[in-house]
């Protein structure tokens, strides 16, 4: 699934007397660190989509210089609709990634490749279906009485819905959509699917506009997936805790400081409108934090949902090669080896 939010490929972060740059033509956004700081250890994290207010604390990490803090000279290397975030990782050009949601990594788990997810920056996806008072999506007793539209890449989540509540598919009405909300505006759907966060794209439905989670719908899922190959977690712990560290402090920022860090966000990065960012940043703290952050610090995910998913997956034939083992799609390392380092927040008033 990809996100929706929009900016330029082109960005410049001032961090600590350094600069970053962001090539026009999609290159990574390398960190030029003072003198003095050339000696930290180089990490490049793989984005699977463009910067925006999923990685807040993240940018924020870098101008409040967290990173270099932690010894660190990183680099992040932004995504897009023609770019491939799994194999920098796996060829050693990036230490770690990002993935939108924790159902890419199954299904690369499944496919051979040996990735792990290290923390979760979004407690629950941000995907959900948009519907209008005349026509409401409210909860799964709504689901058959609506045109839902979905994206093609989308369109495993009506599967994984229809499987948890046990609703025949040939009950649904489905529609092949972009993530444009025209469809739902001129009225050719009643409900249609995308990324919550995208609050500028979702304005024209109207201010009235039914928003609904899927996670509302029973399907569990993690957002925001930190990953890295088997190999590096075990030859390259100290590196990967000590960018877990940095960006939970750079969250934890965000908690503490909202608007501030929206500032920051907005003048490090192009394409992204102050405005906007300022009404969305609360819901971007409630996905990244609740109860479980509160005990546990930013970033924890429970295995158990893990399992839950995958198990839900598989029963809708998404592994035709076998699914994936619960204990080969995550570790808990490195959350263990940064538990003093992640802010323990719960979910903003």
Not at 109 to 118: N, Y
Not at 133 to 143: A, S, T
Not at 252 to 279: C, R, S, Y
Not at 310 to 335: C, F, M, N
Request: overall charge negative; glycine content about 10%.
């Amino acid at each position: 699934m990809k996100r929706q939010e929009t900016m330029t490929r082109r960005s410049m972060l001032k961090a600590g007397g350094g600069l970053v740059v962001a090539s026009a033509l999609g290159g990574a956004i390398q960190l030029v660190l003072p003198t003095a700081a050339h000696a930290a250890a180089r990490v490049v994290i793989k984005y699977d989509w463009l910067l925006g207010n999923g990685q807040i604390g993240d940018i924020v990490a870098v101008q409040k210089g967290y990173f270099t803090e932690a010894g660190l000279d990183v680099e992040f290397s932004p995504g897009g609709p023609n770019s491939s975030t799994v194999p920098p990782v796996i060829s050693g050009d990036a230490a770690l990634g990002q993935f939108s949601e924790t159902a890419q990594l199954f299904s690369a788990r499944a496919g051979g490749v040996p990735v792990k997810i290290l923390a979760c920056g979004f407690r629950t996806g941000p995907y959900a279906f948009t519907s209008k008072p005349d026509k409401p999506l409210r909860g799964i007793d709504d689901l058959r009485n609506v045109r839902i539209g979905i994206q093609p890449t989308a369109r495993f989540i009506i599967d994984a819905i229809a499987a948890t509540n046990n609703i025949p598919l040939d009950e649904l009405q489905i529609v092949s959509v972009g993530f444009d909300k025209g469809p739902l505006v001129n009225g050719e759907v009643d409900a249609i699917g995308g990324w919550i966060t995208n609050t500028q794209a979702l304005s024209i439905v109207g201010d009235d506009r039914i928003d609904l989670l899927v996670s509302d719908l029973g399907l569990p899922a993690y957002a925001d997936v930190y990953f890295a190959t088997d190999d590096a977690i075990e030859n390259n712990a100290d590196q990967l805790a000590a960018f877990i560290g940095a960006v939970a402090k750079g969250w934890g920022f965000v908690h503490a400081n909202p608007q501030e860090a929206v500032q920051i966000m907005v003048d490090a990065t192009d394409g992204l409108d102050l405005g906007w960012e300022q009404k969305t940043v609360d819901l971007i703290l409630k996905l990244s934090f609740d109860a479980n952050t509160a005990a546990g610090g930013w970033g924890v995910f429970d295995p158990a949902n893990l399992e839950q998913q995958i198990a839900l997956y598989d029963k809708i034939g998404q592994y035709p090669s076998g699914r994936p083992a619960l204990e080969d799609v995550h570790t808990l390392k490195i959350l263990e080896m940064t538990a003093d380092q992640r802010p323990k927040l719960g979910a903003p008033a």
